[in-house]
Antibody, heavy 122, light 108 residues
Framework: EVQLVQSGAEVKKPGDSLKISCNGS????????IGWVRQMPGKGLEWMGI????????RYSPSFQGQVTISADNSISTAYLQWNSLKASDTAMYYC???????????????WGQGTLVTVSS | SYELTQPPSVSVSPGQTARITCSGD??????GYWYQQKTGQAPVLVMY???ERPSGIPDRFSGSSSGNTASLTITGAQAEDEADYYC???????????FGTGTKVTVL
C-alpha cells in the first residue's frame, strides 16, 4: 500500500529554521516525483515545487523560489521542505504528494500525505 | 505567472447536476486534473487526464476539456459531495504545476 507519512505539527518563532519531512513507502521512492503544496488558513492550494528523488532534479514555483528548499534522502525514502528563516506568513498546512506516471506520461498527484501544520508566531 | 480561474462557489440541490469550470491558457496543451478536499482532510484526486476517473471515484463524477477550459461535472449530486474542488495542470512549459483558485460546492 502506497503511503506518504509527514512529520508532526510545528510551532516556531519568526526567524527560526525548520525542516519538515515526508516518508514514502509501498512503492519505489526514487521513481516518482514528490511535490509540496501549501494551504494557508482558510485559503486554497498553492503548488510550491517538486523533486525527482532519482536524480534530485528540483523545480520551484516562481512564488516560492528562494524562499524554501526541497530535498530528498533516498536511503530513508524521505523528502523534505526546509526554511532558513520563517516568517509569520509561513503559517500554513503543508502537504506532500506523489506524482504518478500513467501510460508512460507524468500524471497527477495520486497519493497525498496527511499534512504538516506549521505555526509561526512570536 | 500562470493562473487557473474557477468560480468561487457552486450550489446544487441533491440529485441535480453541478458543473465546475476551470480556465487557463495552458489547458489547450496540458491535461487538467481535479481534486476534492473536504474540511480538515487532504485533497483526493477525482479526475485525471481531463476525463479519466481514478478507481473508487463514483461514476457521477465526469470531466471534459475544450479549448482553454476544463470542466468537472457531478451528475446526481449527493450530500457527501459537498467539498472544495481544485483544478490543476502544468504550465505551457510542462515543468511547473499550478492549482486553480478553488470552488466550494454546496449541496442543499
Amino acid at each position: 500500500e502506497v503511503q506518504l507519512v509527514q512529520s508532526g505539527a510545528e510551532v516556531k518563532k519568526p526567524g527560526d529554521s525548520l525542516k519538515i519531512s515526508c516518508n514514502g513507502s509501498g512503492y519505489s521512492f526514487t521513481n516518482n516525483w514528490i511535490g509540496w503544496v501549501r494551504q494557508m488558513p482558510g485559503k486554497g492550494l498553492e503548488w510550491m515545487g517538486i523533486i525527482y528523488p532519482g536524480d534530485s532534479d528540483t523545480r520551484y514555483s516562481p512564488s516560492f523560489q528562494g524562499q524554501v528548499t526541497i530535498s530528498a534522502d533516498n536511503s530513508i525514502s524521505t523528502a523534505y521542505l526546509q526554511w532558513n528563516s520563517l516568517k509569520a506568513s509561513d503559517t500554513a498546512m503543508y502537504y506532500c504528494a506523489r506524482e504518478v506516471v500513467i501510460g508512460g506520461s507524468r500524471g497527477p498527484f495520486d497519493y497525498w500525505g496527511q499534512g504538516t501544520l506549521v505555526t509561526v508566531s512570536s | 505567472s500562470y493562473e487557473l480561474t474557477q468560480p468561487p462557489s457552486v450550489s446544487v440541490s441533491p440529485g441535480q447536476t453541478a458543473r465546475i469550470t476551470c480556465s487557463g491558457d495552458a489547458l489547450s496543451k496540458q491535461y487538467g486534473y481535479w481534486y476534492q478536499q473536504k474540511t480538515g482532510q487532504a485533497p483526493v484526486l477525482v479526475m485525471y487526464k481531463d476525463s479519466e476517473r481514478p478507481s473508487g471515484i463514483p461514476d457521477r463524477f465526469s470531466g471534459s476539456s475544450s479549448g482553454n477550459t476544463a470542466s468537472l461535472t457531478i451528475t446526481g449530486a449527493q450530500a457527501e459531495d459537498e467539498a472544495d474542488y481544485y483544478c490543476n495542470s502544468r504550465d505551457s512549459s510542462g515543468n511547473l504545476y499550478v492549482f486553480g483558485t478553488g470552488t466550494k460546492v454546496t449541496v442543499l
